[in-house]
């Protein structure tokens, strides 16, 4: 199985994709992490320090793919899930989606994609340009990333428009959003409403989850010394058991820009106003 997982730039993509990784692995999957952002820190909460990367590898090699081995790219990281890191051009130059597109043809010459059982792409930000939509070229299912933000929400909507594009030529489908550190769902509903797929996980507003990332810690691991955190992985364990459900999801039927722009900011200009109530409904409240 092979999953894609995209939203607005700084969302936490990386920290829930790391999470997700582990759940996986916790129930019995191998898994592969890729990281596909030029400042390849996906994987870091899973190994604890910036690996090298494909882009970095196959330079001191002179590109000459036959002389890297996967124990080159490819590092351990907590629970055992192994990780990779694209890497990128540098800034200003040069496609990052091509570099994706390297990395996959490298693993697959070393026979990297036939050793797992889940391979989950994590990509950079909420570019939807051609390079950056690679990965759904790959992929069974893709994972948006959101919060309760009308942002993300837009950033949410052009992602579900490459997948619905992608679905066109592959057998890709959207497995649903995951909201992430927001403390409401309001918004995220009016666009569900409108926008309809499923909403595989919202997480609350929890400190813990910024930390691990500044510890280069999944949760998981921080738990294992502070057992009350496990609360929090069962966030992440039910993401991971409805994604090897194989779910349906969905081909998504995105809003056009205008439409979701009027919808999104229609409900911060005209909130829904609780009823006026009278002084003796008011009273009859109080004494319920």
């Not at 829930?16 to 890729?34: E, F, W």
């Not at 489908?173 to 403390?183: D, E, F, K, V």
């Not at 069962?234 to 995105?254: H, K, M, S």
Request: aromatic share 8%; charged share 25%; hydrophobic share 40%.
């Amino acid at each position: 199985m092979k999953l894609a997982v995209y939203g607005k730039g700084g969302i936490g993509k990386s920290t829930t994709s790391c999470n997700i990784s582990v759940a996986l692995a916790k129930r019995g999957m191998k898994v592969l992490q890729i990281g596909c952002d030029p400042k390849h820190d996906s994987t870091f909460t899973l190994t604890g320090f910036l690996i090298p990367t494909i882009i970095d590898t196959l330079q001191e090699k002179d590109y000459h793919y036959e002389n890297v081995w996967p124990e080159d790219v490819i590092y351990k990281g907590y629970g055992g899930v192994d990780c990779v890191e694209a890497g990128g051009p540098p800034a200003g130059s040069g496609c990052g989606g091509y570099v994706v597109g390297e990395t996959v043809k490298l693993l697959k010459e070393l026979n990297a994609f036939d050793e797992y059982d889940v391979i989950l792409f994590d990509v950079l930000g909420d570019v939807v340009c051609g390079g950056f939509a690679a990965p759904l070229n790959y992929s069974d299912y893709c994972m948006i990333v959101t919060d309760n933000g009308f942002d993300a929400l837009f950033a949410a909507n052009r992602i579900a428009a490459s997948v619905r594009e992608k679905a066109r030529t592959h057998p890709l489908r959207l497995a649903g959003l995951i909201g992430n550190r927001t403390s409401k769902r309001d918004l995220i509903d009016k666009y569900v409403d409108a926008v309809p797929m499923p909403v595989l996980e919202v997480l609350p507003l929890i400190e813990d989850i910024r930390v691990s990332r500044v510890k280069g810690k999944t949760l998981f691991e921080m738990a294992d010394k502070e057992p009350s955190l496990g609360y929090v992985c069962d966030y992440y364990l039910n993401i991971a058991d409805q994604i090897l459900a194989r779910p349906e999801g969905v081909i998504p039927q995105d809003a056009q820009d205008r439409e979701l722009f009027s919808l999104l900011s229609d409900f911060y200009l005209n909130p829904s106003k609780s009823p006026v109530l009278n002084p003796e409904e008011q009273l009859d409240l109080m004494i319920v």
